[in-house]
């Protein structure tokens, strides 16, 4: 395979990529701004260029950067990891103008699933379910407003179209509160993304987040890698995810699997994605709430569960070697739990906390243990970019098991110098109500009523 690629990434993505790139010998280019010019995913790479400023938005996000230093080093193959331009069609298209090869799928999928309230118009055509919601409301436009919001239903969620990963979401519980919140919703949306559009859609109390791994060759036909829990969040953002979802009944299941599928097929959806559904779990029932067109942080669950490389499937697709795979080639093996390992304080609302890691030292590597991190002892946590120190994530033959086994390794990291949320992430594990299994996303304020402040942040 004579080809370069180029990570339009940085931090544990960017070294995660060039890890499978090293095993497959494939030549490897790093980008980083001003503030990783040191950083580990630069030493990994063969080759590295300056792309810019600390600021993502003139650096990590300035494609003329980027194609800059593809032409610079004779790259051939584009990855943008998770985040940044990664779920940019427009990115994609200049990507393949330039004859270069594109890790990912078709640019007119990633805008068909990056529009929220498109994204559910596809999924109400391809019959997966959908909660109730709302037309589409743009800056300025309140006109039957209050009208949508009753036939939704309190509580709800405003909702940018333009949004992801838990950003753009607010909960409105009372008719006197709707305006306000689609007011700063719309405002916040607008210089986020660019995109002022909203819409609402039906709030569901007892939710869980489940979610469908697939991958799709680009002719209709595509496969799922089983499920994945990501329930445990804070701010709508993912902090615990495991594989499979504990204590979902098999035939719910299975229709996740259908229906993840059958948007797949519709698409005619190319590589890696995830299918994420709420599941009310009094009903349930499950809801389809978006699809990410790109490699999820939380892959890696899967991938310790089936034993599938999902990075390198994406660069053999994109270099034309990845033939159809059957359905019946996947096995899921045993159980995996991921835990994310932020420089933050979650006693004062997960705020982050940037600063030098003065030492760190992880657990030994296994067969049932994998850590997947951007940093060293000595490097910066900087105030720039997501503060994710690291991935943590253990395999155990059962769902115990596999908590049994992130539980000992999350004792034997060590983190000094900088405020980070291990001692959380210990609380979580060892807390009654996680091991019982099967959470709802409200289950992160119901630990803080239960816990106490010193159980929950590790300090310098």
């Known amino acids: 395979m004579n080809h370069k690629i180029l990570i339009a990434n940085r931090g544990e993505i960017a070294c995660r990529i060039i890890d499978t790139c090293q095993r497959l010998s494939l030549s490897t280019v790093a980008v980083y701004s001003d503030a990783d010019k040191d950083a580990r995913h630069v030493e990994m790479a063969d080759q590295a260029v300056a792309i810019g400023p600390a600021q993502a938005a003139k650096s990590y996000l300035d494609a003329e950067a980027i194609f800059a230093a593809a032409r610079e080093t004779g ?77 939704v239903g309190y509580p709800l969620l405003v909702k940018a179209a333009a949004g992801g990963g838990g950003i753009g979401m607010r909960r409105v519980d009372a008719p006197d509160d709707i305006e306000a919140v689609v007011e700063a919703t ?84 190319s590589g890696a994605g995830t299918v994420e559904f709420i599941y009310d779990r009094h009903r349930q029932s499950a809801y389809f709430l978006e699809m990410n067109t790109r490699i999820q942080v939380e892959h890696p669950a ?80 900087t105030p720039y970019y997501d503060p994710l120190m690291a991935k943590i994530i253990a395999h155990g033959a059962d769902r115990e098991e596999a908590i049994a086994n992130l539980s000992r390794a999350l004792e034997e990291v060590v983190v000094e110098g900088l405020h980070n949320n291990s001692a959380f992430l210990s609380n979580i594990l060892r807390d009654f109500k996680f091991k019982q299994g099967g959470v709802t996303t409200g289950y992160v304020d119901d630990f803080f009523a239960r816990q106490s402040v010193a159980s929950i942040t590790d300090s310098p």
């Open 186 to 269: 719309q405002s916040m949306s607008s210089k986020a993304f660019g995109d002022s559009s909203i819409y609402l859609e039906r709030y569901v109390a007892e939710a869980r987040h489940v979610e469908v791994q697939v991958f799709g060759f680009g002719n209709g036909e595509g496969l799922h890698l089983y499920d994945r829990d990501c329930s445990v969040q804070r701010r709508f953002q993912k902090i615990i995810e495991e594989a499979p979802a504990p204590n979902i009944p098999e035939k719910v299941r299975n229709k996740l699997y259908q229906a993840a599928l059958a948007l797949v097929r519709h698409q005619q959806y």
């Open 302 to 381: 899967t991938e310790m569960v089936t034993g599938v490389d999902l990075v390198e499937w994406q660069l053999r697709q994109a270099l034309g070697e990845l033939p159809v795979i059957a359905q019946g080639l996947i096995h899921m093996a045993g159980h995996a739990i991921e835990c994310r390992l932020y420089a933050e304080r979650p006693e004062k609302n997960f705020l982050p906390a940037p600063g030098n890691i003065k030492t760190l030292v992880w657990p030994m590597l296994g067969e049932f243990l994998r850590i997947d991190t951007g940093v060293r002892s000595g490097d910066q946590v």
């Open 75 to 151: 790259a051939t193959v584009i990855h943008p990891g998770y985040g940044f331009l990664s779920e940019s069609g427009n990115f994609a298209r200049r990507v393949r103008d330039e004859g270069l090869l594109w890790v990912g799928p078709a640019p007119n999928a990633i805008d068909a699933m990056g529009d929220k309230e498109r994204a559910r118009e596809i999924a109400i055509s391809a019959g997966v379910p959908v909660l109730p919601g709302s037309r589409r409301f743009r800056q300025g436009d309140m006109d039957g407003l209050h009208e949508a919001a009753e036939q």
